[in-house]
């Protein structure tokens, strides 16, 4: 008892010392320090929000409200120092007893101190010899449904970004410079973080078609759609092979860098945004109504199944879609440590009904320094997961045994009903299909998921060298399941059919680099040599299965199933081996020059051919530094130029090896049922990666002093060495074999202008163009070895188009050149006529192409006190589309049993005709469009702690001015089913919608 209540006085003796020593503490702390107010102003004397102010040297920091106000406890001897993205970093000592300093900053039109992005680290904008274009997360979009993908859309000359159908979460087909391969992959390698991903593994693509069932959608995932863009600090796009030789063999088709945001030393914030959306179609198709139908039935003469009913099938299938997203973000930024964590969530419902998707995001960056700052680890992983309800939108559909939801929305019968009497619904049997049933029928289920990360190690152990290790790890996991119920005329054949799909993919990688960075004199070098190793996997099984006594069994017991179709499976691996260096000389910051050499080994590629050899050099000259040039005009001045070799591998694996496979044949001896086991291909020990030389020259220019700044570009580019299937001599049982043949040729000039075109008081006013020109042609198809063969690609698809196709490669023309007949009118006889021989045959020929003459982007900002008003434009001239969906409801033919669009009635082709692919469906689809317009207000309440309240309204997709009669000319349809869309065909495209968003972000 007394010891009880020893131990009790001690601790109440104990808890009153602790609160002393802590206000004696607190009181120390307080004298010791001082409080500064003040304000951060441009120099037209407008407030600027969002400033960083930090006591230099220390963790302590804030930021200014929305009135350019601040307000810190600093201590004795204090250095503030004020930053701000686009104006130049200043600090100013605080003296003793000074309890105000106001900060003006000036603007940094040019951003020549900016830090851009480059292969294996990062240089100042001002010290690049190469082709390297950036965005950073201020100069984002914003609005529902964005990724990082569509936030290039129009940013960067000479980059194509087409959105290849308007489905959440849709792929887009991205050129940098024009496309360099025939049947390798055209899309650039993505490098996050430090991390190179393989998008073009066997998860990139999920086709689930069959002989009896095409109907689903074959669309490639978006590699980058489990990133939130809220995470992203920056894109980089390495264009010339100066900048993409660091890359080697994957460097030809251009890289994309994406930077993701760290934590800041001196910062601490919680930042939250919500925004909601509602989007609608922003076009549909002019079909025949209920009343034009029967006029037009009646009027040919042919049978009328009239019901009775006056039914808008696009309307039944389209809706109005909901969309929100959710994101939160923690930053602290510590002397040693410092980290970011963020979770995003978002709902994107799709236009038309029953699609959609739901995403989860999260992400957690961390930096530690030790060792005086000598070693320094930073971290980063990101994790997202991807829910999908997908519209069963197949763009391969090519007869009666295929179908989808589009296509019966623009073809079945309008006078029809829904649902019957006993709410069943209405086929129009034996082949077409209700297109509500689609919807609430069928269903198809996707779910992927994708794990980023790496470590970064950095050991500045002497001086200027440093030794680095980064080690990435990436996991993508696809799953698909969809079912055709046996309530459905699709299914009720099968009594139910389901399809089960499950694929992996993932990669290792090790780099090991040494870096060296010095200055003596007017000298300085930036060089490093380094070592890399990446290892890649992918594996897939896919399983269908047939019969079902119910419904409710689906993917969940395909033991249910009566007939369990054959498995298919695959796994697959590749490795790449590679040694590489860079240096970088600065003589006196006028003269630079950058040397890049890779050597890379790929395990795709021949015994004879596994290891190759990427070079690149450059140059730069700021005239501007130079003591005779003196200008008031132009004031900033910098040629470059740049040559280098890049390579493509992106083939598949085991290409260069003897294959075999086993056959659908089998033999029965003995009762016992023998696989047939054939040679697939043979071997080619000197198959090699397709090599891209490219030369740049380069001007980069400010006139009074960066008001207006920008860049210029040449280049000249060319792949030899086309990886293309070839015949092999008979007699062979192997008829192809793949080999290096051929080549193809880019040339082209960009052009990037920058406007700093009003700055007052009160308001101000920047612009950004960007302008692209890139010519494209084939130059050969053969060699010493092999004779390539002009070859037909971009199949047409449709009931009665079945064999016919809309492009042919062929030299001395563009990769998306249209072939095929010349329509010239029709005749008195209702027949299609087409530009004829001297024989009078009609004769295939070039009637278009997919290439555009140029592309075009231009965004725009003006800013009112605490308003800014941001619009994005962008465009296309030139190019050429091929509408393959008025090819097939632009024939009378189709009556009764199919719908057609209205301009079939005035067409004057004759209602016997049988359908045909001719430059009758081959429309100028060049565009100009508005992609986004927003208008935000910022302010503060200081009271609650909120540094910053940002409340924006935005509109997506406003407009689009274009003579193309389609529902849109920006489209890339995968209508050979492999994942990779030929570049202008328009076949049953899931729309473009129009969205409006409303959203906030709130700082604390």
Same mark, same amino acid.
């Given at each position: 008892?007394?010891?009880?209540a020893t131990?009790?006085?001690?601790?109440?003796?104990?808890?009153?010392l602790?609160l002393?020593v802590a206000?004696?503490?607190?009181?120390?702390?307080a004298?010791?320090?001082?409080?500064?107010?003040?304000?951060?102003?441009?120099?037209?004397?407008?407030?600027?929000?969002g400033a960083s102010?930090?006591v230099?040297?220390t963790?302590?920091g804030t930021?200014?409200?929305?009135d350019?106000?601040y307000?810190l406890?600093?201590?004795?001897?204090?250095?503030l120092?004020?930053?701000?993205i686009?104006?130049?970093?200043v600090s100013?000592a605080?003296a003793p007893g000074?309890?105000t300093v106001?900060?003006?900053l000036?603007?940094?039109s040019m951003?020549?101190d900016?830090?851009?992005v480059?292969g294996?680290?990062?240089?100042?904008?001002?010290?690049l010899?190469?082709?390297?274009?950036?965005?950073?997360?201020?100069?984002?979009?914003?609005?529902?449904?964005?990724? @990082?993908?569509s936030m290039?859309? %129009? =940013?960067f000359a000479?980059v194509?970004?087409?959105?290849n159908? *308007? /489905?959440? &979460?849709?792929?887009n087909?991205?050129?940098?410079?024009g496309?360099?391969?025939i049947?390798?992959s055209n899309e650039?390698?993505y490098?996050?973080?430090?991390?190179?991903?393989?998008a073009a593994a066997?998860v990139s693509?999920s086709?689930i078609?069959?002989?009896?069932h095409?109907?689903?959608?074959?669309?490639a995932?978006?590699?980058?759609?489990a990133?939130?863009p809220?995470?992203i600090?920056s894109i980089?796009?390495l264009?010339?092979a100066?900048?993409t @030789?660091?890359?080697?063999s994957? %460097? =030809?088709?251009g890289?994309?860098?994406?930077?993701?945001?760290? *934590? /800041?030393k &001196?910062t601490?914030s919680?930042d939250?945004?919500?925004?909601i959306?509602?989007?609608?179609v922003?076009n549909?198709l002019?079909?025949?109504?209920a009343?034009?139908?029967?006029?037009?039935?009646?009027?040919?003469?042919?049978?009328?199944d009239?019901?009775?009913?006056?039914?808008?099938?696009q309307?039944?299938?389209?809706?109005?879609a909901?969309?929100q997203?959710?994101?939160?973000?923690?930053t602290?930024?510590?002397?040693?440590?410092?980290?970011?964590?963020?979770l995003?969530?978002?709902?994107q419902?799709g236009?038309?009904d029953g699609?959609?998707?739901e995403k989860y995001?999260?992400?957690?960056n961390?930096?530690h320094?030790?060792?005086d700052?000598?070693l320094?680890?930073?971290?980063?992983v990101n994790?997202?997961?991807i829910?999908a309800d997908?519209?069963?939108?197949?763009?391969?559909?090519g007869?009666?045994?295929?179908?989808?939801?589009?296509y019966?929305a623009?073809?079945?019968?309008?006078t029809?009903?829904?649902y019957?009497?006993?709410?069943?619904?209405?086929?129009?049997?034996?082949y077409?299909?209700?297109?509500r049933?689609?919807i609430?029928?069928?269903?198809?289920?996707?779910k992927?998921?994708?794990?980023?990360?790496?470590l970064?190690?950095?050991?500045?152990?002497?001086?200027?060298?440093?030794?680095e290790a980064?080690?990435g790890?990436?996991?993508?996991?696809l799953s698909?399941?969809?079912?055709i119920?046996?309530?459905?005329?699709l299914?009720e054949?099968d009594s139910g059919?389901?399809?089960?799909?499950k694929?992996?993919?993932w990669s290792k990688?090790?780099?090991?680099?040494l870096k060296?960075n010095?200055s003596?004199?007017?000298?300085?070098?930036?060089a490093?040599?380094?070592y890399s190793?990446?290892?890649?996997?992918?594996?897939g099984?896919?399983?269908?299965?047939?019969?079902?006594?119910?419904d409710?069994?689906?993917w969940y017991?395909?033991?249910a199933?009566s007939?369990?179709?054959t498995?298919s499976?695959w796994?697959?691996?590749?490795?790449?081996?590679?040694?590489y260096?860079r240096?970088?000389?600065?003589?006196?910051d006028?003269y630079?020059?950058?040397?890049?050499?890779?050597d890379d080994?790929?395990?795709?590629?021949?015994?004879?051919s596994?290891?190759g050899?990427?070079?690149?050099?450059?140059a730069?000259?700021?005239?501007?530094e130079?003591e005779f040039?003196?200008?008031?005009?132009?004031?900033?001045a910098?040629?470059?130029?740049s040559?280098?070799i890049?390579?493509?591998q992106?083939i598949?694996?085991?290409n260069?090896?003897?294959t075999?496979?086993?056959?659908?044949n089998?033999?029965?001896?003995?009762?016992n049922?023998?696989?047939?086991?054939?040679?697939?291909?043979y071997?080619?020990?000197?198959?090699?990666?397709e090599?891209?030389?490219?030369?740049?020259v380069?001007?980069?220019?400010?006139?009074l002093?960066?008001?207006?700044?920008g860049?210029i570009?040449?280049?000249?580019k060319?792949?030899?060495?086309?990886?293309l299937s070839?015949?092999?001599?008979?007699p062979?049982y192997?008829t192809?074999?793949?080999a290096?043949?051929?080549?193809v040729?880019?040339?082209?000039?960009?052009v990037?202008?920058?406007?700093?075109?009003?700055?007052k008081?009160d308001?101000?006013?920047?612009?950004?163009?960007?302008l692209?020109?890139?010519?494209?042609?084939?130059?050969?198809?053969?060699?010493g070895?092999?004779?390539?063969?002009?070859?037909?690609?971009?199949?047409c698809?449709?009931?009665?188009?079945s064999?016919q196709?809309a492009q042919?490669?062929?030299?001395?023309e563009?990769l998306g050149t249209?072939?095929?007949?010349?329509?010239i009118?029709?005749?008195?006889?209702?027949k299609?006529m087409?530009?004829?021989?001297?024989n009078?045959n009609?004769v295939?020929?070039?009637?278009g192409?997919?290439?555009p003459?140029?592309?075009y982007g231009?965004?725009?900002?003006?800013q009112?006190k605490k308003?800014?008003?941001s619009?994005n434009?962008r465009?296309?001239?030139?190019?050429?589309?091929?509408n393959n969906?008025?090819?097939n409801l632009?024939y009378?033919?189709?009556l009764?049993?199919r719908n057609?669009?209205?301009?079939?009635l005035?067409?004057?082709?004759?209602?016997g005709?049988?359908?045909?692919?001719s430059?009758?469906?081959?429309e100028?689809?060049?565009?100009?469009?508005?992609?986004?317009l927003?208008l935000?207000?910022?302010f503060a309440?200081?009271?609650?702690?909120?540094k910053?309240?940002?409340?924006?309204f935005s509109?997506?997709?406003?407009?689009?001015?274009?003579?193309y009669s389609g529902?849109?000319p920006e489209?890339?349809?995968?209508?050979?089913?492999?994942?990779?869309a030929p570049?202008?065909?328009?076949?049953l495209?899931y729309?473009?919608?129009?969205?409006f968003?409303?959203g906030i972000?709130?700082?604390?």
């Open positions: 008892m007394k010891n009880n131990q009790g006085a001690f601790s109440a003796f104990a808890r009153k602790t002393v206000f004696l503490g607190i009181s120390a702390f004298f010791a320090q001082s409080k500064v107010t003040g304000t951060v102003k441009d120099s037209a004397g407008e407030p600027i929000i102010v930090i230099d040297g963790t302590t930021t200014t409200a929305a350019g106000t307000s406890n600093v201590p004795k001897d204090a250095v120092q004020v930053s701000f686009g104006y130049e970093t100013q605080v000074q309890t106001d900060f003006v000036n603007s940094s951003q020549l900016d830090v851009v480059i294996y680290g990062t240089m100042k904008k001002s010290d010899t190469g082709a390297v274009s950036q965005i950073t997360s201020d100069q984002f979009k914003v609005g529902s449904g964005l990724n @990082a993908q290039m859309q %129009g =940013a000479g194509n970004v087409s959105q159908s *308007g /489905k959440p &979460g849709a792929s087909t991205i050129r940098v410079r496309g360099t391969s049947t390798a650039p390698l490098v996050i973080d430090g991390v190179p991903i393989d066997g693509k086709s078609k069959t002989y009896q095409d109907n689903f959608d074959q669309e995932v978006n590699p980058l759609d990133i939130n809220n995470d600090e980089n796009v264009k010339d100066s900048a @030789a660091i890359y080697g994957r %460097g =030809a088709n890289v994309v860098i994406i930077t993701t945001k760290q *934590g /800041k &001196g601490q919680f939250y945004g919500y925004k959306g509602v989007s609608k922003a549909t002019d079909v025949l109504s009343d034009e139908y029967r006029t037009a039935v009646q009027e040919l003469g042919r049978p009328l009239d019901k009775g009913f006056n039914t808008d099938w309307d039944e299938i389209f809706r109005t909901i969309s997203e959710h994101y939160a973000a923690f602290y930024g510590g002397e040693k440590t410092s980290y970011r964590a963020s995003g969530y978002g709902d419902q236009v038309i699609s959609g998707i995001n999260a992400r957690m961390i930096n320094s030790a060792l700052d000598k320094k680890f930073r971290l980063n994790y997202g997961e829910h997908q519209a069963a939108t197949s763009s391969t559909v007869s009666e045994f295929g179908s989808n939801v589009l019966e623009y073809v079945f019968n309008p029809y009903p829904i019957d009497e006993t709410g069943d619904f209405v086929d129009s049997r034996p077409r299909v209700n297109p049933s689609y609430e029928e069928l269903k198809d289920e996707r992927t998921k994708r794990f980023i990360g790496n970064n190690v950095n050991y500045n152990f002497w001086g200027p060298l440093s030794f980064n080690f790890y990436t996991n993508n996991d698909r399941n969809s079912y119920p046996k309530s459905n005329l299914g054949g059919f389901v399809n089960i799909q694929m992996e993919d990688l090790m780099e090991l680099m060296y010095q003596f004199g007017k000298h300085h070098i930036d490093m040599a380094g190793y990446q290892y890649f996997w992918n594996e099984v896919n399983t269908s299965a047939a019969g079902f006594l119910s409710e069994f689906q017991n395909i033991s199933a007939t369990i179709h498995p499976s796994a697959q691996s590749n490795k790449l081996i590679s040694f260096g240096i970088n000389w600065n003589y006196d006028k630079l020059v950058t040397a890049t050499l890779r080994g790929s395990s795709r590629f021949g015994a004879d596994k290891w050899l990427f070079p690149s050099v450059a730069s000259w700021r005239l501007s130079e040039f003196k200008n008031n005009v132009l004031t900033y910098k040629l470059r130029a040559w280098g890049t390579g493509s992106e598949g694996n085991y260069s090896l003897s075999l496979g086993a056959s659908t089998k033999y029965l001896i003995g009762g049922v023998i696989t047939i086991v054939l040679p697939q291909q071997a080619n020990p000197d198959l090699k990666w090599e891209t030389t490219q030369y740049n380069g001007f980069d220019f400010g006139f002093d960066g008001k207006i700044h860049s570009d040449v280049y000249h060319r792949t030899d060495d086309l990886l070839v015949a092999v001599p008979a062979s192997i192809k074999q793949t290096n043949v051929g080549s040729m880019n040339n082209g000039i960009e990037q202008v920058g406007f700093d075109v009003l700055r008081k308001f101000s006013w920047t612009a950004n163009l960007n692209a020109h890139n010519h494209n042609k084939v130059i050969s198809l053969s060699n070895s092999w004779s390539g063969e002009n070859f037909w690609s971009a199949p698809n449709g009931p009665g188009l064999g196709y042919m490669i062929l030299p001395g563009a249209f072939y095929g007949k010349k329509f009118g029709v005749d008195a006889n209702g299609e087409f530009e004829v021989d001297e009078g009609a295939n020929q070039v009637i192409c997919a290439q003459d140029f592309t231009l965004s725009t900002q003006l009112y308003w800014t008003l619009m434009f465009g296309s001239q030139g190019n050429d589309v091929y969906t008025a090819n632009m009378l033919t189709n009764p049993g057609v669009l209205k301009d079939a005035s067409s004057g082709v004759g209602p005709e049988a359908k045909l692919f430059s009758r469906f081959i100028d689809g060049s565009y100009f469009r508005m992609d986004a927003t935000g207000y910022d309440i200081p009271a609650l702690r909120l910053r309240a940002h409340v924006y509109a997506q997709n406003l407009f689009v001015i274009t003579g529902l849109d489209v890339n349809t995968d209508v050979t089913g492999n994942g990779v570049l202008g065909i328009d076949y495209s729309p473009k919608a129009r969205t968003t409303l972000n709130l700082s604390f």
